[in-house]
């Protein structure tokens, strides 16, 4: 199956580019594909099973900013966007240093505008999200590490002079 087939991820493919957008096929095999595009400033895409047109899944992955040197931020910045919004759900891949944020919800109507836009949407509010709830997390980080160092000086009497 290809791209100029009447298949689901050429149905997507196509209403994406009458859209305005430039979309790719990327094939993994007859059942699966991506159609990658680009929209509020965003790569996503979605994946798409030929078997199953009413599963509509959109997805990111980003690179974790490089101040992240400690993947319990990053996870407990992912679950407190999972925990805020509807459908979203991030993966953080610490080996590969990305982060997936993806939609995934059945729909009545494949390819309806609405939810598609709406996920796209909640993407774009999640990728905001992530990025702003990781650097608190670093932050909350360096506080806790900052306290534990202070209160051990403390504790052994190296910080005698800070009393």
Request: charged residues 25%; hydrophobic residues 40%; proline residues 4%.
């Amino acid at each position: 199956m290809n791209d100029t087939e009447n298949s689901l991820r050429a149905t997507i493919a196509a209403w994406l580019r009458d859209q305005g957008h430039q979309a790719t096929v990327e094939p993994s095999d007859e059942r699966y594909a991506h159609v990658t595009f680009r929209a509020r400033g965003l790569n996503l895409y979605v994946h798409t099973d030929e078997t199953d047109p009413l599963f509509l899944f959109i997805a990111l992955v980003t690179d974790l900013p490089d101040d992240v040197t400690d993947e319990l931020p990053a996870l407990r910045a992912a679950a407190a966007i999972e925990s805020q919004l509807k459908v979203v759900k991030v993966a953080v891949d610490w080996e590969a240093r990305t982060t997936t944020i993806a939609t995934e919800q059945f729909v009545s109507t494949p390819g309806g505008p609405d939810v598609f836009w709406r996920s796209v949407g909640s993407l774009a509010n999640a990728f905001h999200l992530f990025d702003q709830a990781v650097r608190e997390q670093i932050g909350l980080s360096a506080a806790t590490e900052f306290t534990q160092q202070l209160e051990a000086e403390l504790a052994s009497g190296n910080g005698e002079g800070t009393r």
